[in-house]
């Protein structure tokens, strides 16, 4: 018994030597890959890595460009308040059918320093459906991208002389 | 020499024990030896599904800084003398906003219904460290549709290159989508980045189509799909008909233009914005 354990371990430890996970190939995927291989390319890409970021960060500090990045500095607060305006007049001309323009903005106010741009105007619809033009018409402005929120109005139907009504409109949009 | 029975028994049982021990070693020896391979086995499939991003993360960065580079070797003291002149000036920024909306409003003007009516400037001008506040108030007639183009133009002041109409984050996603469908074509992307804006406005397609050559049908529609989602379509939209004229008079990078406030009174709009200098 004494022979044969320590046969046995000495077997086994030199099993461990040489039969070692290095040698033997891995399925990843489609490919079968050595996993010292792995590693070595894993090293090489991170000391690549650190190494081009090292690069980038010495190049930004040596940039002599203090005009452009105060330049950067000042642009980050612009809103693009045309591109806002546009995305209300898209959604407004996409109530348009045949000669029909129900929905028609009287007033547009933007307050920079709230963010907001506040629209007032009138839906009129011939058939009486005037608030639900209205809803969907507030419905469109909050899918704009640029659009973080927007008031609820409040609905009402006046009715027209010719037939028809009319809903009188005030919302805030709050900027993103 | 002899050894007595009971000597003899004790020198059994321990052989019989040190084997017993030494065999249970080498059992634990074993197991553990599978266990390491199993390990090696989970660490090799997992640093095989995150070395593909890997590469494309170093790809990705080798060609912006070799973009960066060459922009700081050939481009970089044009654009900051040209961001000296025109966007940021030492001199007040008033006069080239003038000449800049003059030949906007004319253009807009001829391309649909919008008439400049009266630009003033406040006396007063304000210092915060090393920058320049200027306040004006312009006032234009026209539909919403053709003040919000003249507002889109303006809101484009400062901007000199492509990439200054893009954010960081679409401009990362632009390069990250090339590497992974066109990776031949990054070199060409980060230069399209660095591209003069006005030149770019003038001929939109011409550009684009530089850019998008060399690529296969599909990932040239979805990379110019991506590129107008991104900001481009608002400079499309914006300057076509108009650039040209801003390049042929050298009214292009105008003064930072940073909208404070607009009210509308029918047809009648007014805007508060301010203008920088140093």
């Known amino acids: 018994m004494l022979i044969f354990g320590a046969v046995f371990c000495l077997m086994s430890v030199a099993l461990t030597y040489v039969v070692s996970p290095d040698r033997f190939p891995v399925k990843v995927g489609e490919n079968t890959v050595r996993l010292k291989d792995l590693e070595d390319e894993e090293r090489r890409l ?116 010719g037939g028809g009504t009319s809903s009188p409109f005030a919302v805030t949009l709050i900027l993103r | 020499m002899t050894f007595s029975p009971q000597t003899r028994q004790r020198f059994g049982v321990g052989c019989f024990s040190a084997g017993l021990l030494l065999t249970a070693l080498a059992c634990g020896i074993l197991a553990s030896h599978a266990r390491l391979f199993s390990q090696k086995r ?46 940021l000036p030492q001199s007040s920024p008033g006069p080239r906003v003038v000449k800049t909306l003059q030949e906007l409003s004319l253009a807009l003007g001829k391309l649909g219904s919008l008439r400049f009516e009266k630009l003033m400037f406040d006396p007063a001008v304000s210092d915060e460290g090393s920058i320049k506040k200027l306040t004006g108030h312009l006032t234009v007639r026209g539909s919403l549709q053709d003040t919000a183009r003249l507002l889109t133009i303006l809101g484009f002041g400062g901007d000199m290159m492509v990439r200054d109409a893009i954010t960081p ?11 992974a469908s ?31 050559a060399d690529m296969s049908v599909d ?60």
């Open chain 2, 42 to 87: 989970d660490t090799a499939v997992m640093i095989g599904t995150q070395l593909p991003k890997l590469k494309s993360t170093v790809s990705l960065l080798a060609a912006s800084v070799a973009a960066e580079q060459m922009f700081a070797r050939q481009a970089l003291a044009a654009r900051e003398e040209q961001a000296s002149v025109y966007v």
């Open chain 1, 46 to 161: 991170k000391a690549a890595y650190a190494e081009l970021t090292e690069a980038r960060a010495r190049l930004l500090q040596s940039a002599d460009a203090p005009v452009l990045r105060q330049v950067e500095t000042l642009r980050s607060m612009v809103v693009p308040i045309g591109s806002v305006l546009l995305g209300i007049e898209d959604v407004r001309r996409g109530f348009r059918i045949a000669d029909a323009d129900p929905v028609a903005l009287s007033t547009v106010r933007y307050d920079g320093e709230r963010r907001s741009v506040a629209i007032g105007g009138d839906v009129r619809d011939t058939a009486g459906r005037s608030m639900q033009i209205l809803a969907s018409f507030v419905d469109g402005l909050r899918s704009l991208p640029s659009v973080a929120s927007v008031s609820e109005p409040e609905y009402r139907a006046t009715p027209l002389t």
């Open chain 2, 219 to 278: 990932t040239a529609s979805a990379l110019r799909a991506m590129l107008l989602s991104a900001g481009l379509a608002d400079v499309r939209s914006a300057f076509t008909g108009i650039a040209p004229s801003l390049k042929e008079r050298n009214l292009w990078p105008m003064p930072l233009f940073d909208v404070r406030s607009v009210t509308r009174d029918q047809d009648r709009w007014t805007v508060e914005f301010v203008t920088y200098g140093r």
């Open chain 2, 169 to 179: 984050a679409d401009q990362e996603l632009f390069l990250r989508q090339t590497e």
């Open chain 2, 182 to 212: 066109a990776p031949l074509s990054l070199p060409a992307a980060e230069d399209f980045l660095y591209l003069d804006l006005i030149e770019y406005a003038s001929d939109p397609d011409a550009h684009e189509q530089r850019l998008l």
